[in-house]
């Protein structure tokens, strides 16, 4: 099964899905989200939703 991280920007007007990546396993992608998660504030102001979904 493959996973996709989902990542979204919330605040600043955006709103809009920015970006997804494939992961191999449902860990990865949940490792992956919390790192973008703890790094809040790179991103203009925007705080960083992320989405782990299972995918085929």
């Known amino acids: 099964m493959v996973y996709v991280l989902i990542i979204m920007l919330a ?27 703890e790094s809040n504030g790179i991103f203009s102001g925007a705080t960083a939703v992320t989405v782990c979904a299972a995918k085929g």
Not at 11 to 37: R, T
């Open 11 to 37: 605040g600043s007007g955006s709103g809009s899905a920015i970006g997804s990546i494939e992961f191999s396993s449902k860990p990865a992608c949940e490792e992956a989200a919390k790192m973008i998660a």
